[in-house]
């Protein structure tokens, strides 16, 4: 199989004060190109580290974390950072748009880091943009537009360098139960092109749309199985 992760032994501690806080401990994992998978966890469970290790945002105290052929565990942070923008389409729940720049604007910011001309930026943005049904709205700034419309720019922006993940952090947190659906329906969608999804939740009915479920409990991996009862909407 094309395996996009592959975690072994990760450790990940915390120094507070004179306290060590075992964030994770110990967890190995792999995910294939292509997976569905949803992260849960209560609150200290380790699900927001292994997020930030994943994304590359982070590395671990120990362990390795192979993504896409490459070792990342022990990258200085500016290799980090190439490799966040090729490999990783973040989505978050406070959308995280520039509130002066437009639809457009904002999705073409991860093609300026990659080195992208203009006119291809622009082209990839709007057909990213058209891909996510918000043709219409491209010239709109964050202020302009609805919870759902901004979630939608996050994930055109997400998706624009055609990462190998995306990588959605509690990403329907705040919007009302029907817009969340219509956004999960997109994720729905966008793993159904080939995309790999990873959405980090504490929300069984957002987690129920993944093939594949991964419970933390005290840093470590209490659940790892298959979604027999996966929801899809559309």
Known sequence: MDKVIEIQNIVKNYQVGSVIVRALRSVSLNIERNEYVAIMGPS????????????????????????????????????????????????????????????????????????VTKADREKLAIETLEQVGLQDRMTHKPNELSGGQRQRVAIARALVNKPSIILADEPTGNLDSKTSIDIMNLLDDIHKKGNTVIV???????????????????????QDYLNKDRVVYN
């Open 200 to 222: 980090v939740t504490h929300e069984e009915d957002i987690a129920k749309h993944a093939a594949r479920i991964i419970r933390l409990f005290d840093g470590e991996v209490a």
């Open 44 to 115: 200290g469970s380790g699900k927001s580290t292994l997020m930030n290790l994943l994304g590359c945002l982070d590395t671990p105290t120990s362990g390795s974390y192979i993504l896409n052929g490459t070792d990342v565990s022990k990258m200085e942070d500016d290799y980090l950072a190439e490799i966040r923008n090729k490999e990783i389409g973040f989505v978050f729940q406070t959308f995280n748009l520039l509130p002066r720049y437009t639809a457009l604007e904002n999705v073409t910011l991860p093609l300026i880091y990659a080195g």
